[in-house]
């Protein structure tokens, strides 16, 4: 689980993960016990000269939301909404907390029969604790990737933090045509992002991520922009990974009024740290 300093497309997919895994094994998916390698892109053609640098793209993006002036004029933000997946009539509530100086976040979601499932990262740990796995600990790459992953002003994309971003090619992405990004970051992964060539807005990504079951793929579609204060945000965000389709809408965005203590680490996770 996933947009403006606070971005729903990028830490609530990236934080998701850990509780779709939930999710899967609760419904019973037909998911392997370690998820396939994800597929090796074929190299993409020579770049075309006549496509927007990625720079570009993604600065227009930035100044369609409000600006690097905007984004820099928060610091933490707090949000819920609703989660749902479509094929099990699965719906819950989504809450997510997120903050800067140090980079901080906590994304909760409570579905009926299911319980709580809850990811965080409080500056140094990342963690998670659901029904099906209990208290679990991030540790190596996986921790690594959280760490850029829960960047508050990653809008901005502060060159320190990709080895390699260039414009790929301009294709479909959900029925509408995109500038296709690739963005390599200094985790190593790659992430491919979408941009909508009339509005610039992101339109989507697809990402891989060191997960419990494995790395893991997902696709996710970004849209709904809504105006939260002085910046514009994305509401809502499609997730599908290994056959299974979750969705998140946001209902509100408060910005700087989260208290400290809602990165606190839950004393399961506390028993954990040695």
Known sequence: MSSTSFRLGRIVPAMSLGLAVCVIASLGAQAPATA???????????????????????????????????????????????????????????????????????????????????????????????????????QGKELDQTKLDADFYSELRDPKKYTSVKTLEKTDFDGRPCYKVSLVRIDGNED????????????????????????????????????????????????KMMGIEQKMTLTSIDYDNVAPSSFELPAPIKALIK
Request: aromatic share 6%.
């Open 36 to 138: 396939p390698a994800a597929p090796v892109p074929a190299a993409p053609a020579a770049a075309d000269a006549s496509l927007p640098p990625a720079r570009e793209i993604l600065d227009r993006h930035l100044k369609a939301i409000g600006g690097r002036d905007a984004v820099l004029s928060h610091k933490s933000a707090h949000a819920s909404g609703t989660f749902t997946v479509p094929s099990s009539g699965l719906v819950g509530t989504v809450e997510l907390f997120t903050a800067s100086g140090p980079d901080r976040l906590v994304l909760r979601v409570t579905i009926p029969g299911l319980g709580e499932m809850a990811n965080g990262f409080d500056g140094s740990h990342g963690w998670a604790i659901t029904p099906v796995t209990g208290p679990m600990l991030q």
């Open 192 to 239: 491919f992002e979408f941009y909508d060539v009339q509005t610039g807005l992101r339109a989507g990504s697809i990402a891989t991520r060191e997960t419990p079951m494995g790395k893991i793929t997902t696709t996710n579609t970004e849209g709904d922009y809504k105006k939260f204060g002085n910046l514009l945000q994305a509401t809502t965000m499609v997730q």
